[in-house]
């Protein structure tokens, strides 16, 4: 039977993904408002439920309860695989499941598995899914048990093994839920902590294609170029974020004055790791000044790399961006990265992604703006925070007004899935152009 261009835009990958992350989603929220997962054995109310499954599902971290006093073992299990699921994918998840039962993917399974970790083929695509989540679970697992001997010398051993696996997850999927309630701020000193957790937000921002490239290195002795922009975007967007914590808030008594010089190091190094997508924090984002507070907002917007568990306009649209304007300056035609010519193609779509993006935290700000009252330098970190899905907070999200919570929860949804897979998945069906129309000349700048 024909399909119809209806029923083909509903079959569509785009259409699929977003639709699979709202199932997802949908279903948290039921089991986040059932008895069993509230403390108090009562109904959460919806939003709340809404809100928190969302941010899990979307691996943000922003929370309008306390995680650790508000839900029971149940529900901080929920929240832990949310972020589980809307880290990996589900449809990487469904992978594995299939994988396990030996069924065979068909054609659509795999241009779903393309669309989902953003390959540019489908050749080899089951084969990067299989090694991401072998090395992902691995990575996740000895993570745990290194937490929880850390951890064992100050809470009961099944106590400090739950809380291994629960911020295993939680950091390596970028999800930026903490069971502490002040995030990890008891361990800004923590030598221990801030490696391991510093390696687990990285590995889970690189992006599954980087991840299997840096697996088969010591094979192919190479990395593709994707590989390359990712590993040096990032690595300077750390280091420069680390060093202007540190010169801004040195003498800030309330962040990182009153630390000694080498958990100055350990603060500002994994706070510029975290402020990219993981959200977690072991300074108070609340005593930050301004002159930070404004450069994190710029570090959450362009956040992790694509295909990864984390959000932003991704790293390598930064790269492209910052590589046509250097080559407009210089008056050069190419956008040259590593002796390579950026596709046209691939400009263009970097350029529609960071105007749609900054379209929707514009107007997140100013629906912000009119719902609650706070100041604006918050309402824009805040909206920050959930277009790049990072989850850090200087306390406004849990003040926020019942509009407030349903315009962040949106967003925070628009900024896991991405403004381009969403508008893929609802347009209508696109026609040819019989004839182009002639050249026009207009002055610009």
Request: charged fraction near 15%; aromatic fraction near 12%.
């Amino acid at each position: 039977m024909k399909k119809t261009g209806i029923t083909k835009k509903f079959a569509s990958p785009p259409f699929i993904l977003v639709a699979g992350i709202l199932a997802i989603i949908a279903v948290g929220t039921v089991l986040l408002m059932l008895p069993i997962a509230n403390e108090n054995g009562q109904v959460l109310n919806f939003v709340d439920a809404l809100f928190t499954a969302t941010s899990a599902a979307c691996v943000t971290g922003l929370i309008v309860v306390d995680v650790g006093s508000t839900f029971t073992l149940f529900g901080e299990i929920v929240i832990m695989v949310l972020m589980q699921l809307g880290g990996l994918g589900f449809m990487t998840i469904a992978t594995l499941i299939a994988l396990l039962f030996g069924r065979r993917l068909s054609l659509k399974d795999r241009l779903l598995l393309k669309e989902a970790i953003n390959a540019d083929t489908m050749e080899g695509v089951v084969r990067i899914i299989r090694k991401v989540l072998i090395f992902s679970f691995s990575i996740e697992g000895i993570a745990a048990i290194i937490f929880t001997i850390r951890w064992a010398v100050e809470m009961p051993f099944g106590q400090a093994f739950y809380y291994g696996v629960f911020h295993s997850v939680s950091l390596f999927n970028n999800g930026g839920f903490d069971l502490f309630g002040n995030s990890f701020m008891n361990y800004t000193g923590d030598w221990l902590f801030n490696v391991v957790a510093s390696v687990l937000v990285i590995s889970g921002g690189l992006g599954f294609v980087v991840l299997n490239d840096l697996f088969e290195f010591p094979k192919k002795r190479s990395l593709s170029l994707h590989s390359k922009m990712v590993l040096s975007v990032s690595g300077f967007l750390i280091g420069i974020g680390a060093l202007v914590l540190f010169i801004f808030e040195f003498t800030n008594t309330k962040t990182l004055g009153s630390l000694d010089f080498a958990h100055k190091v350990y603060a500002s190094f994994f706070q510029s790791v975290s402020t990219r997508s993981s959200g977690t924090s072991t300074i108070d984002m609340t005593e930050l000044r301004s002159a930070t507070q404004f450069f994190f907002i710029l570090l959450m917007f362009i956040g992790a790399s694509p295909g990864s568990t984390g959000g932003g306009i991704k790293t390598t649209t930064f790269f492209i961006m910052m590589g046509a304007i250097i080559a407009m300056v210089r008056g050069q035609k190419d956008i040259v990265f590593f002796r390579h010519r950026i596709a046209q193609d691939l400009v263009m779509r970097a350029m529609t992604i960071i105007i749609i993006t900054l379209g929707i935290y514009m107007v997140v700000v100013l629906l912000l703006l009119t719902t609650e009252d706070a100041p604006f330098l918050s309402i824009m970190f805040e909206a920050a925070s959930a277009v790049g899905t990072v989850g850090l907070s200087v306390g406004l999200t849990p003040e926020l007004t019942v509009w407030g919570k349903l315009i962040i929860t949106v967003t925070m949804f628009i900024g896991r899935i991405g403004p381009l897979t969403i508008a893929y998945a609802v347009r209508p069906k696109k026609t040819k152009n019989l004839y182009r129309h002639p050249e026009g000349r207009i002055i610009i700048g």
